[in-house]
Nanobody, 121 residues
Framework: QVQLVESGGGLVQAGGSLRLSCAAS????????MGWFRQAPGKEREFVAA????????YYADSVKGQFTISRDNAKNTEYLQMNSLKPEDTAVYYC??????????????WGQGTQVTVSS
């Protein structure tokens, strides 16, 4: 069992940056693939980025490639999402996810409560 807590969301102007963090408690963080999803108002939750348990492999949605960077620090039981050049369409609740078997858009095992990111134009 893994508990996930996101932080780092907030209000930022277009073109700005934010770094989201997801702190994990419980055993086995370093064996979990980690990821980020987001859900904008009135839309379905969508995949943003994922990173394998070792950190060797990363995956991104086409919409954020070159703009967002996912990383993890297994010593701190934390994953990160660095978001640059933010646009109003990046406004959403961002969710952290952990999955021991899958990495990518179908990850689903453990979820955080979400953190709001709002980008003003």
């Amino acid at each position: 069992q893994v508990q996930l807590v996101e932080s780092g969301g907030g209000l930022v102007q277009a073109g700005g940056s934010l770094r989201l963090s997801c702190a994990a408690s419980g055993r086995g963080f370093s064996s979990y693939n980690m990821g980020w999803f987001r859900q904008a108002p009135g839309k379905e939750r969508e995949f943003v980025a994922a990173i394998s348990w070792s950190g060797d492999n990363t995956y991104y949605a086409d919409s954020v490639k070159g703009q967002f960077t996912i990383s993890r620090d297994n010593a701190k039981n934390t994953e990160y999402l660095q978001m640059n050049s933010l646009k109003p369409e990046d406004t959403a609740v961002y969710y952290c996810v952990a999955d021991p078997w899958t990495v990518g858009p179908t990850m689903s095992t453990y979820w955080g409560q979400g953190t709001q990111v709002t980008v003003s134009s």
